[in-house]
């Protein structure tokens, strides 16, 4: 909403779930008129070797750095948690985003990784789903209770801003699953494609209420202010919102194992044939955490990891090539509806891809990473009259132990 403009993100909003929802369905299709089962084998059925490379580093960095964003949440989030602990030193070693991050790797993300079936990862996906619940929940006081105390922006309010096409970015990777939903459609008792609507329309539905009711309170709360990591906008002496935060990094470690997963599956399908050894799975995973895990350690600024990750692997994913795919296999005729609309989702794909891109590089979010935000100190606060400049100087503060917003 910050990128787009809050008008305009919200009709992008509805726009990217409607295209998601579109091209699963136009997945599974195409992998019914090739007679094949995954991703990678449909695209190379249909462009051949070269096409089945590109998907195959396509997918495997999607997830990848989904990883990479996960530990980053994860080892940000639950720092903050351990930091309100009574008696704890802020600067502990053992409350670090490091430690936290190679904690939680060791303890929960690479075992529950390490399962072969993806479907024993149910009762999980529940819980992760139950816990978003509870944050939203959050969230929503928050409006109510911390929105009316802090300043507007000047721009708050504009239909458009000049960085929508990076706001489609992260709504695509917020929005992303064609990465692994031939393991999924698979996992389904007696699939169909009529079957598979049905759960994706329902699905979608859903994640669409959760994000417009996230989009919206979080915005309203904090405007022009608002960061990459929402939590990053909250003071850390906020103990509500300190359980909100338990919650999130709990979340994210939930979700981890679902992208190893097809991190795995590219490299065994690429590598190994599509079958992999005990020894080879128990290897194959231990190196791809092992490598998400440093790179998340020596990066810190989530913003710029959702936009790269959005514009360079989702977009295609989503947009480019359930299309083409679909677009050469299918023999309906040219007006056929969802011809038109593959028609469509293509050049635009393209567009989001190479622009976002540049605007990514070249207007990258500001990143305000561990730091304090300017309303969180009394002493340096006014609830009238923000300057940028102050604003700016505010939050360069050092972290203080001090909330009006208990």
């Known amino acids: 909403m910050k990128q787009a403009g809050f008008p305009l993100g919200m009709l992008l909003l509805f726009w990217v779930s409607y295209v998601t929802d579109f091209s699963l369905v136009l997945l599974i299709k195409g992998g019914a008129l090739s ?38 949440i994860a080892g940000d989030t639950l720092s903050k948690v351990f930091q309100r602990i009574p008696g704890v030193d802020p600067e502990n070693l053992f409350i670090g985003r490091h430690f ?53 922006t000047e721009d708050a309010w504009v239909f458009a801003k000049p960085n929508a096409i990076q706001a489609v970015g992260v709504m695509s990777f917020a929005f992303i699953c064609h990465h692994n939903c031939f393991l999924v459609y698979s996992s389904l008792e007696e699939p169909t494609v009529a079957k598979w609507s049905r759960l994706i329309r329902m699905s979608i539905v859903i994640s669409v209420f959760i994000c417009i009711v996230f989009a919206t309170c979080g915005y309203l709360t904090f405007t022009g202010f608002t960061q990459g990591d929402l939590f990053e906008n909250y003071c ?19 979700t981890y194992p679902m992208e190893c997963f097809v991190t795995r599956e590219v490299i065994a399908n690429v590598f190994f044939g599509g079958n992999l050894s005990l020894v080879f799975h128990i290897v194959v995973t231990v190196m791809v955490i092992t490598v998400a895990t ?8 989530l913003g710029i990891v959702l936009e790269l990750n959005g514009v360079l692997c989702a977009t295609p994913l989503i947009f480019i090539i359930p299309s083409a795919c679909y677009l050469k296999l299918s023999e309906e005729p040219k007006t056929h509806s969802d011809k038109i609309m593959s028609c469509v989702m293509l050049p635009i794909g393209a567009v989001v891809m190479v622009f976002g891109f540049v605007m990514a590089v070249t207007n990258p979010q500001d990143c305000t990473h561990g730091q304090e935000m300017f309303y969180c100190f009394p002493d340096n606060f006014s609830h009238t009259n923000t300057s940028d400049s102050h604003v700016q100087q505010t939050t360069q503060l050092p972290i203080l132990n001090i909330s009006i917003f208990q």
């Open 35 to 72: 007679g094949t089962d995954t991703y990678q084998s449909l695209v190379n059925k249909t462009f051949g070797f070269p096409g089945y490379l590109l998907l195959s580093v396509l997918q495997f960095l999607y997830p990848f750095i989904a990883m990479i964003s996960y530990n980053i």
């Open 100 to 152: 936290i991050i190679g904690l939680s790797t060791v303890t929960f993300t690479l075992p529950l990784s390490l399962y072969r079936d993806i479907a024993k990862l149910g009762k999980i996906s529940l819980i992760s789903t139950g816990l978003t619940t509870l944050i939203l929940g959050i969230v929503m006081a928050r409006a109510v209770s911390l929105g009316p105390h802090i300043p507007k």
């Open 236 to 254: 850390r002496n906020d103990d509500l919102v300190t359980f909100g935060r338990f919650c999130y990094g709990v979340t994210v470690i939930l």
């Open 294 to 301: 440093l790179v998340s350690l020596l990066i810190d600024c």
